[in-house]
């Protein structure tokens, strides 16, 4: 990784300059600097002679990526640590604060796994150097076409702009800043992207009764547990990915990130086509029945009802309660084929409002049982319960970000300006895993600059009694998103491993052979 | 002719310039046909007369132009070879090997000559090529469902399809699987299948008509046709854009070009031609706040995206889209545009429309945007024709066709809400829906809603019948409804600006 700016020239005075800075703070005072007296573990005057000296010493490792000096410690702390709990925070500060954002871009984010996940191997390649960042600037600009010939490049850009957030495009036949130069323009062209998917649960709507637009809750968030569980497994055993990233995306959604060669340069045809293998769920506001799939079921479907037969009882009908009113049980009844099986389980309905779902979806078959219809087709009944298990609970894909090459798609790791939430990787290895994931608890990016505050302050004190300075850790590395941040290396590494081409080995052996 | 494939040689003598060799005597004088289908991989090098180069082309361009207008009336595949049956048999005849017919090689020597003339003709822009090969392929598709077992085997046998065959061993335990995919339990014993890799068979994949696994896709035999057309299609593109790159070289030829440029210009679409000039209404009051009274002479799909942004003040995305685009055919103009959907959206904040929705809104006028947006004024509006197969609707969307988007139950309830209650009427309706035929519920709905001004209109010879042809075009739906509802007055208009 080249690094552009040498930390030993630069440090030692500015670091001196900016302690005496931060001891007049406490003087000149705000109220939240108090607050950050109280809280800091041990905050008084000493700390500011142990933060020089501390600075010091990280100066001397090597890697500028992710500074961790505590330069600007005090003007962090302002904002950020006075109250612990992220939800109070928001209230306070909001995420979009530029002040927050370069924090946050400055120490947190992991430029260099970004950039070797994009580039795919440690030197950069037209694979980073030609894809397109398009900035979200503050005064709502958009600006797209923005390349960057190294991770370094890219840093230092976002500082200077401080976008909001940035979203990801393709990599394209040329550099995309050199689109207009160029003397024959249809020759700029999309090359490659990672195959995506968006997953929003506003898209749930009609089916979730716990929340609705932009909330969320851990209720429907199972929506979300049960999409991914689905569109995983097809992705892996359909279609053999293998490096497959799900990023939660800050509010309410999911994208998902397929990375694998072959899947970066699909056209759109191809991606059209997977993206229609997956899609169930079709049909608008108007449309009735929106599961329409024939029989028997293709594979991927009767994997699907296995894997979401399961959520289907504890999650949708017992914790979304979705029949619990006339209209909603309405809808139910127009899902099934048998109209007067419907009569009697409306007449018994009607006696009993209030009657849960999950009784009422028992109730289905008990009446069918009975005999409330002469001549039930049983068959016809099985596979109307089958699509109104899939209508519940099957993924809902927003289908327009996965068909097209040119699609831009949110970076992961940006901070969403309204939540504060990092957007963070989510870990798929195992069904625990994914059922383990709680978006509410996802570190909002106040949060983080607070426990490095925390972390620092605790540290040092530490140090002080052993005396030794110990290993310097980066910034990321004392707060909650490490275990975020490893996973993303760990993918990162996987997928570099894949690529990597083992052309120098057998140049060397054949070498070897001739003489 | 034109040679696409310069052929690199022997390897040994790779330093012989490949120009110096492409005048050289081509080793195929006379190219057999043993097949009725053909992938056309290499070019005629045989003369023809100028002559039957134009009549033999122009025979083709029939064919294409009809299989595009097939394909813009939404038929099927059978009732599109119904269709094209009498006009295949005058125009294009290509005999079976089992007819014994003389004129088998003439035949197919005519197939083979016109298809490469079209391919100069349409391969100069990316909007004809893609045109070209779509009907070429729907022409593929056609011959191709009607060839007999045997000879489709064979033409597929030459063809060189790298397939792997599904072993015995596979079969046995993917055996649920295959079942689910043929649909019969019996059949997968005896049927063959293949394995290809999965991104091979695009349309199959999308279909979810084969069983997947890691990455192969697992192909019955009856699906091989979509196979050899999707190899087809591939092929013909490839080419296609090898054409064009050679075509500045015919620049030279005065016989030639004429010719091509000619019968290029003759394949346009109606899709195309549609512009805010031709579908603006003259004397009518278009403006923001006399959409709501307009509204009633929509057809429904706009009248439906009308209501429900009157309803919930927001339509999403697409349904933004059809409306804007359909609002811009009828001649509103960009403010009034903005003005309309500024008002409809009154739940939002002014700075929230202006970051969510003006840009789209000027994007769509060409008001911003890329140079080719820009110049080219924005989108146009969406016909009957895009509007049916592109963009369905997903949840929460209200765009699309209510004749094909709706179930029958929620479009009955939206006609009779607009005060469509004739049984008849809602009858045919539902035939038309359940027959596909989309286009014919919105004409029957259209005719009966303006059946009295049609009868004067028709009666006192306003209107000519090629006015009032079949509606392909929401907007051109709402002109003639607007012309029609005001007959009396445009007329009466017109005989005082004369007085």
Same mark, same amino acid.
């Given at each position: 990784m080249p690094h552009s700016v040498s930390p030993g020239s630069r440090s030692p005075p500015t670091t001196t300059e900016e302690t005496m800075a931060d001891v007049a703070v406490p003087t000149g005072d705000s109220q939240a600097t108090d607050v950050t007296m109280a809280e800091a573990? &041990?905050? &008084?005057?000493?700390e500011n002679k142990d933060v020089k000296l501390e600075d010091l010493f990280d100066d001397?490792?090597?890697?500028? !990526?992710?500074? &961790?000096?505590? *330069?600007a410690q005090n003007k962090a702390s302002s904002?950020?640590?006075?109250?612990?709990s992220p939800i109070d925070v928001e209230t306070d500060f909001k995420a979009s604060d530029p002040e927050i954002m370069r924090m946050f871009y400055q120490r947190l984010f992991p430029w260099r796994y970004l950039f070797q996940w994009l580039n795919h191997s440690p030197t950069p390649t037209n694979d980073f150097s030609h894809r397109e960042f398009a900035l979200t600037l503050p005064g709502d600009i958009y600006s797209r076409y923005n390349s960057y010939a190294s991770a370094d490049l890219l840093r230092k850009d976002i500082l200077l702009k401080m976008p909001s957030r940035f979203e990801i495009g393709p990599v394209y036949t040329t550099n995309p800043r050199d689109r207009k130069t160029m *003397?024959?323009?249809?020759?700029?062209?999309p090359l490659s992207k990672e195959l995506c998917f968006d997953i929003d649960l506003t898209d749930y709507d009609d089916i979730r009764t716990c929340c609705d637009k932009a909330n969320i809750c851990g209720r429907c968030w199972q929506f979300m547990t049960m999409a991914i569980k689905v569109v995983d497994a097809a992705l892996r055993e359909?279609?053999?990915?293998?490096?497959i990233m799900w990023v939660y995306?800050?509010?309410?959604g999911a994208h998902a990130w397929v990375c694998d060669k072959k899947a970066r340069s699909m056209d759109d045809q191809k991606r059209r086509a997977i993206a229609g293998y997956l899609?169930?769920?079709?049909?608008?506001?108007?449309?009735?029945?929106?599961v329409n799939i024939k029989r028997p079921l293709h594979p991927h479907l009767s994997r699907s009802l296995e894997l979401l037969a399961p959520h289907f009882q504890g999650?949708?009908? !017992?914790?979304?309660?979705?029949?619990?009113t006339p209209e909603r049980a309405e809808h139910l009844l127009s899902l099934l084929p048998d109209r007067s099986l419907n009569d009697s389980l409306r007449r018994k309905w009607d006696s009993a409002p209030g009657r849960a779902s999950a009784a009422k979806w028992a109730d289905i078959d008990a009446l069918a049982k009975s005999g409330a219809? *002469? &001549?039930?087709d049983s068959r016809a009944l099985l596979e109307a319960k089958q699509d109104v298990v899939l209508e519940y609970t099957y993924p809902r894909l927003d289908i327009e970000v996965s068909k097209k090459l040119n699609h831009l798609l949110k970076s992961p790791f940006?901070?969403?300006?309204?939540?504060? *939430?990092v957007c963070v990787p989510i870990d798929v290895s195992s069904p625990q895993k994914i059922e383990a994931f709680d978006p509410l608890a996802v570190p909002t990016v106040q949060g983080l600059l607070a426990e490095i505050d925390a972390w620092d302050g605790g540290h040092v004190k530490k140090e002080e009694g052993e005396g030794s300075a110990g290993k310097s850790l980066q910034d990321? !590395?004392?707060?909650?998103?490490r275990p975020y941040i490893e996973f993303f290396r760990g993918f990162v590494l996987a997928l570099m491993k894949d690529e990597r081409v083992p052309k120098v080995k057998r140049e060397r052996e054949e070498g070897g052979m001739e003489f | 002719m034109l040679r696409q494939d310069f052929s690199r040689g022997d390897p040994k003598r #790779?330093?012989?310039?490949y120009r110096k060799t492409?005048?050289?005597? =081509?080793?195929?004088k006379e190219i057999e046909y =043993?097949?009725?289908?053909?992938?056309?991989?290499l070019p005629p090098t045989a003369d023809i007369t100028l002559e039957q180069f134009e009549q033999w082309a122009i025979d083709r361009l029939r064919i294409l132009a009809e299989l595009e207008a097939c394909s813009f009336r939404n038929k099927s595949l059978p009732e599109t070879a119904e269709h094209m049956k009498p006009l295949l048999e005058k125009y294009l005849p290509l005999d079976t090997n089992? +007819?014994?017919?003389?004129k088998l090689a003439a035949e197919r020597q005519k197939d083979h000559y016109s298809h490469f003339i079209l391919r100069l003709a349409f391969s100069s822009t990316e909007d004809l090529r893609r045109r070209f090969s779509r009907v070429e392929t729907t022409l593929f598709r056609l011959r191709m469902s009607e060839e007999s077992m045997r000879e489709r085997n064979a033409f597929v046998q030459t063809l060189n399809l790298d397939c792997e065959l599904v072993s015995d061993e596979e079969r046995t335990k993917y055996k649920d699987e295959l079942a689910a995919i043929s649909g019969?339990?019996?059949?997968t014993e005896e049927e063959i299948w293949y394995k290809v890799e999965w991104d091979r068979v695009p349309e199959l994949v999308e279909g979810r008509r084969v069983f997947l696994k890691a990455g192969k896709a697992y192909v019955p035999s009856k699906e091989q046709a979509s196979m050899v057309v999707a190899e087809f299609t591939k092929r013909l593109d490839r080419s296609l854009e090898m054409t064009a790159r050679a075509l =500045? #070289?015919?620049?030279?030829?005065d016989r030639l070009s004429p010719i091509l440029d000619h019968l290029s210009k003759n394949f346009i679409t109606p899709d195309v031609s549609y512009g805010s000039g031709t579908s603006s209404v003259p004397g009518?009051?278009?403006s923001a706040r006399n959409i709501d009274a307009l +509204? +009633?002479?929509?057809?429904l799909c706009m009248q439906h995206l009308h209501r429900s942004l009157r309803r919930d003040g927001h339509l999403k995305h697409y349904g933004r889209l059809q409306y804007t685009l359909f609002l811009k055919g009828m001649g509103l103009n960009l403010e009034e545009c903005l003005v309309f959907w500024r008002s409809s959206f009154h739940k939002f904040t002014d700075d929230t429309f202006n970051k969510e929705y003006r840009y789209n809104i000027r994007h769509a006028y060409g008001d911003v945007g890329g140079d080719s947006n820009r110049r080219g004024g924005g989108y146009g509006p969406f016909s009957c024709q895009k509007i049916l197969t592109e963009h369905p609707p997903g949840p929460g969307d209200s765009h699309g066709c209510p004749y094909r988007h709706f179930n029958l139950e929620n479009l009955t309830a939206l006609l009779q809400s607009t005060g469509i209650t004739d049984r008849s009427v809602l009858q045919g309706v539902k035939e038309d829906k359940e027959s596909q035929k989309f286009h014919m519920a919105c004409n029957r709905v259209f005719e009966y809603v303006h059946k009295n001004e049609i009868k004067r209109a028709k009666d006192e010879g306003v209107m000519t019948s090629a006015q009032l042809?079949?509606?392909?075009?929401p907007n051109e739906y709402f002109k003639r409804s607007y012309l029609l509802k005001n007959l009396g007055k445009v007329n009466s208009e017109d005989v005082k600006m004369e007085g």
């Amino acid at each position: 990784m080249p690094h552009s700016v040498s930390p030993g020239s630069r440090s030692p005075p500015t670091t001196t300059e900016e302690t005496m800075a931060d001891v007049a703070v406490p003087t000149g005072d705000s109220q939240a600097t108090d607050v950050t007296m109280a809280e800091a573990p &041990n905050g &008084n005057g000493d700390e500011n002679k142990d933060v020089k000296l501390e600075d010091l010493f990280d100066d001397d490792d090597s890697d500028d !990526e992710f500074s &961790n000096t505590k *330069r600007a410690q005090n003007k962090a702390s302002s904002p950020a640590a006075a109250p612990t709990s992220p939800i109070d925070v928001e209230t306070d500060f909001k995420a979009s604060d530029p002040e927050i954002m370069r924090m946050f871009y400055q120490r947190l984010f992991p430029w260099r796994y970004l950039f070797q996940w994009l580039n795919h191997s440690p030197t950069p390649t037209n694979d980073f150097s030609h894809r397109e960042f398009a900035l979200t600037l503050p005064g709502d600009i958009y600006s797209r076409y923005n390349s960057y010939a190294s991770a370094d490049l890219l840093r230092k850009d976002i500082l200077l702009k401080m976008p909001s957030r940035f979203e990801i495009g393709p990599v394209y036949t040329t550099n995309p800043r050199d689109r207009k130069t160029m *003397r024959n323009q249809s020759a700029f062209k999309p090359l490659s992207k990672e195959l995506c998917f968006d997953i929003d649960l506003t898209d749930y709507d009609d089916i979730r009764t716990c929340c609705d637009k932009a909330n969320i809750c851990g209720r429907c968030w199972q929506f979300m547990t049960m999409a991914i569980k689905v569109v995983d497994a097809a992705l892996r055993e359909d279609f053999g990915f293998k490096h497959i990233m799900w990023v939660y995306s800050g509010r309410r959604g999911a994208h998902a990130w397929v990375c694998d060669k072959k899947a970066r340069s699909m056209d759109d045809q191809k991606r059209r086509a997977i993206a229609g293998y997956l899609e169930v769920i079709r049909g608008g506001a108007q449309s009735g029945k929106k599961v329409n799939i024939k029989r028997p079921l293709h594979p991927h479907l009767s994997r699907s009802l296995e894997l979401l037969a399961p959520h289907f009882q504890g999650d949708v009908l !017992e914790s979304q309660d979705p029949w619990s009113t006339p209209e909603r049980a309405e809808h139910l009844l127009s899902l099934l084929p048998d109209r007067s099986l419907n009569d009697s389980l409306r007449r018994k309905w009607d006696s009993a409002p209030g009657r849960a779902s999950a009784a009422k979806w028992a109730d289905i078959d008990a009446l069918a049982k009975s005999g409330a219809s *002469r &001549n039930l087709d049983s068959r016809a009944l099985l596979e109307a319960k089958q699509d109104v298990v899939l209508e519940y609970t099957y993924p809902r894909l927003d289908i327009e970000v996965s068909k097209k090459l040119n699609h831009l798609l949110k970076s992961p790791f940006v901070v969403h300006p309204g939540t504060g *939430r990092v957007c963070v990787p989510i870990d798929v290895s195992s069904p625990q895993k994914i059922e383990a994931f709680d978006p509410l608890a996802v570190p909002t990016v106040q949060g983080l600059l607070a426990e490095i505050d925390a972390w620092d302050g605790g540290h040092v004190k530490k140090e002080e009694g052993e005396g030794s300075a110990g290993k310097s850790l980066q910034d990321w !590395e004392k707060t909650s998103l490490r275990p975020y941040i490893e996973f993303f290396r760990g993918f990162v590494l996987a997928l570099m491993k894949d690529e990597r081409v083992p052309k120098v080995k057998r140049e060397r052996e054949e070498g070897g052979m001739e003489f | 002719m034109l040679r696409q494939d310069f052929s690199r040689g022997d390897p040994k003598r #790779r330093n012989i310039d490949y120009r110096k060799t492409q005048f050289a005597e =081509p080793t195929f004088k006379e190219i057999e046909y =043993p097949h009725r289908l053909n992938l056309y991989e290499l070019p005629p090098t045989a003369d023809i007369t100028l002559e039957q180069f134009e009549q033999w082309a122009i025979d083709r361009l029939r064919i294409l132009a009809e299989l595009e207008a097939c394909s813009f009336r939404n038929k099927s595949l059978p009732e599109t070879a119904e269709h094209m049956k009498p006009l295949l048999e005058k125009y294009l005849p290509l005999d079976t090997n089992t +007819s014994n017919s003389t004129k088998l090689a003439a035949e197919r020597q005519k197939d083979h000559y016109s298809h490469f003339i079209l391919r100069l003709a349409f391969s100069s822009t990316e909007d004809l090529r893609r045109r070209f090969s779509r009907v070429e392929t729907t022409l593929f598709r056609l011959r191709m469902s009607e060839e007999s077992m045997r000879e489709r085997n064979a033409f597929v046998q030459t063809l060189n399809l790298d397939c792997e065959l599904v072993s015995d061993e596979e079969r046995t335990k993917y055996k649920d699987e295959l079942a689910a995919i043929s649909g019969a339990k019996k059949a997968t014993e005896e049927e063959i299948w293949y394995k290809v890799e999965w991104d091979r068979v695009p349309e199959l994949v999308e279909g979810r008509r084969v069983f997947l696994k890691a990455g192969k896709a697992y192909v019955p035999s009856k699906e091989q046709a979509s196979m050899v057309v999707a190899e087809f299609t591939k092929r013909l593109d490839r080419s296609l854009e090898m054409t064009a790159r050679a075509l =500045p #070289r015919l620049d030279e030829d005065d016989r030639l070009s004429p010719i091509l440029d000619h019968l290029s210009k003759n394949f346009i679409t109606p899709d195309v031609s549609y512009g805010s000039g031709t579908s603006s209404v003259p004397g009518a009051d278009i403006s923001a706040r006399n959409i709501d009274a307009l +509204s +009633s002479q929509f057809p429904l799909c706009m009248q439906h995206l009308h209501r429900s942004l009157r309803r919930d003040g927001h339509l999403k995305h697409y349904g933004r889209l059809q409306y804007t685009l359909f609002l811009k055919g009828m001649g509103l103009n960009l403010e009034e545009c903005l003005v309309f959907w500024r008002s409809s959206f009154h739940k939002f904040t002014d700075d929230t429309f202006n970051k969510e929705y003006r840009y789209n809104i000027r994007h769509a006028y060409g008001d911003v945007g890329g140079d080719s947006n820009r110049r080219g004024g924005g989108y146009g509006p969406f016909s009957c024709q895009k509007i049916l197969t592109e963009h369905p609707p997903g949840p929460g969307d209200s765009h699309g066709c209510p004749y094909r988007h709706f179930n029958l139950e929620n479009l009955t309830a939206l006609l009779q809400s607009t005060g469509i209650t004739d049984r008849s009427v809602l009858q045919g309706v539902k035939e038309d829906k359940e027959s596909q035929k989309f286009h014919m519920a919105c004409n029957r709905v259209f005719e009966y809603v303006h059946k009295n001004e049609i009868k004067r209109a028709k009666d006192e010879g306003v209107m000519t019948s090629a006015q009032l042809e079949t509606i392909v075009h929401p907007n051109e739906y709402f002109k003639r409804s607007y012309l029609l509802k005001n007959l009396g007055k445009v007329n009466s208009e017109d005989v005082k600006m004369e007085g």
